[in-house]
C-alpha cells in the first residue's frame, strides 16, 4: 500500500462541483437503497443488510471526503425523519443508531485507505474492508450496549457475532470488485 495520495475511481471522471454533488448524492441513495435489502434477525434489534456492504464500496469509490459527505447525508437525511435507514426507519433512538454513526467513520476511513491505493490489489483491499467494517462495529457495538442497557458480553452476541460472516463475505466481494474495477477501467496496480 503506497503512502502517496492516488486517485480514487471517481477521480477518473472529470472534476466539477456538479459532479461531487451528484457523487454524494449517489452514494447517499445507495446507500438507502441496500439498507432496505435486510434479513431482520429475531434474537437483535440490528438487521442484517448490505448497507456495510455499500459502505465498503462508497468509500472507496468516492475518496474520504466524498465518501464521508456521503455516509454524512445519509445519517443527516435519518435524523430529520427521512425513512433511510434500515425497515425504511428514522431518528436516533434505535438501539442500531451508532453503526449509522460508524458507517461516517468507515466511509471516510476506507476513502483514505484507497486514496493510498488499497483498493488496486486483493488483499489490499480486504484489509481495507475489515478496517471499515471494524470502524462500523467499534460504535456501533456500544451505541447498542448504552441502548439496551446490557454487558459487554451480551452486546458482542447482539451486536457482533451474527454479522461476522456476513461481513466476512462483503470483505471478500469487497476485495473482487474493487480490484476488477480498476483493471475495467484500465488502471494499474500500485
Known sequence: MSTTTSPVLTDLIPASRV????????????????????VPLWFTPVPLSLATFSVLLVGAALGPLRGGLSMGLYMVLGLVGV?????????????SFGYILGYVLAGIAVGFLARRAADRRVLSAFAMAVVGSALIYAVGVPWLMISLGVGVREGLMLGLVPFLIGDAIKAVLASAVLPAAWKLVGGAPR
Open 83 to 95: 425513512p433511510v435507514f434500515a425497515g425504511f426507519s428514522s431518528g436516533a433512538a434505535s438501539a
Open 19 to 38: 459532479k461531487d454533488t451528484a457523487l454524494v448524492m449517489g452514494g447517499t441513495a445507495l446507500l438507502a437503497v441496500t439498507s432496505q435489502i435486510l
